[in-house]
């Protein structure tokens, strides 16, 4: 059974920060990239960063103007989001996705985490 769990999210204030981690089991980790999503109340599923098999081929969204950091670590299976400077605007639910390529485009990803909850109080 492919699993992806997201940890790491919670309250934080303005300014603050946060790492993200995805623990992917069930594939080999190092066949998928993966993405990065969020969904604020009431919006559509954004991307925000997504990382190739080896960790090279890295996006981010245009709005995030180098806040965030993305990061994998193939012998753990897990991929990192580190968040920082967060504002108000950057609260959601934070999933990630595992899929072939290092894409911001969800449609493109075979298997998706629960989420985690991120919110930024101001």
């Known amino acids: 059974e492919v699993q992806l769990v997201e940890s790491g999210g919670g309250l934080v204030q303005v300014g603050g920060s946060l790492r993200l981690s995805c623990a992917v089991s069930?594939?080999?980790?190092?066949?998928?990239?993966i993405g990065w999503f969020r969904q604020a109340p009431g919006k559509e599923r954004e991307g925000v960063s997504c990382?190739?098999?080896?960790?090279?081929?890295?996006g981010y969204a245009y709005f995030l103007k180098g806040r965030f950091t993305i990061s994998r670590d193939n012998a753990k299976n897990t991929v990192y989001l580190q968040m920082n400077n967060l504002k108000p605007e950057d609260t959601g639910v934070y999933y990630c996705?595992?899929?072939?390529?290092?894409?911001?485009?969800?449609?493109?990803?075979?298997?998706w985490g629960q989420g985690t909850q991120v919110t930024v109080s101001s």
């Open positions: 990382i190739g098999r080896t960790g090279e081929d890295i």
């Open positions: 996705a595992a899929g072939p390529d290092s894409r911001l485009i969800a449609r493109e990803y075979d298997y």
């Open positions: 069930g594939v080999t980790f190092d066949d998928y990239a």
